[in-house]
């Protein structure tokens, strides 16, 4: 399995970890785990612990989002940073990911700006929804068999 991730000495192809990056990372490949599985790490870690300061919706929202961005973006570490912007941007993806975005956006400035705690539970509740779409997006068909499953059980036709 560690050489499908880091790829041969003797295979000059690219591996999943993007090896051949053509010097622009300077990460060997075992760096590029560690570093993912700190980052994701973190990111769940600051989830977790936005559960204690639930009772404060801005400082819950401020920890859950930076989860949010630490264990999105852990993934970066894996495939670099552009490949990463390349698949989020992806026409497969482009929407699940720009609302997502907008989503952290939003709960931040209900956060940090405005100071409501209800509109700011609100955009976490969205943004956690945002991110369970952008999530499904990177699994093939998902998308599609959660949509039709969200519309057969909302159907109000008798």
């Keep these: ?7 041969d000495d003797e295979e000059q192809g690219e591996s999943l970890l993007g090896e051949d990056s053509g010097g622009l990372c300077s990460l060997s490949p075992t760096q590029r785990i560690y570093g993912f599985a700190a980052c ?15 009772a404060k919706p801005i400082k819950f929202a401020l920890l859950f989002t930076f989860g949010n961005v630490l264990a999105v ?7 670099g940073p552009a490949q990463q912007l390349g698949m989020m941007f992806d026409t497969a993806r482009v929407f699940a990911t ?4 907008g989503c952290v956006v ?4 209900c956060a ?7 509109l700011t539970i609100i955009a976490i509740i969205i943004e956690i929804g945002a991110l369970i779409w952008y999530s499904l ?3 093939p068909f998902a998308l599609g068999m959660v ?12």
């Design 1 to 7: 399995m560690w050489k499908s991730l880091v790829g």
């Design 40 to 54: 994701l790490i973190a990111g769940l870690a600051c989830m977790l612990l936005s559960m204690i300061v639930f």
């Design 73 to 79: 973006g852990s993934t970066a570490f894996l495939l």
């Design 98 to 101: 720009a609302i997502y975005i």
């Design 106 to 109: 939003i709960a931040l400035i």
């Design 112 to 118: 940090l700006l405005i100071h409501d705690k209800l």
């Design 137 to 139: 997006s990177y699994i």
């Design 147 to 158: 949509s039709e499953l969200m519309i057969r059980l909302c159907d109000t036709e008798i």
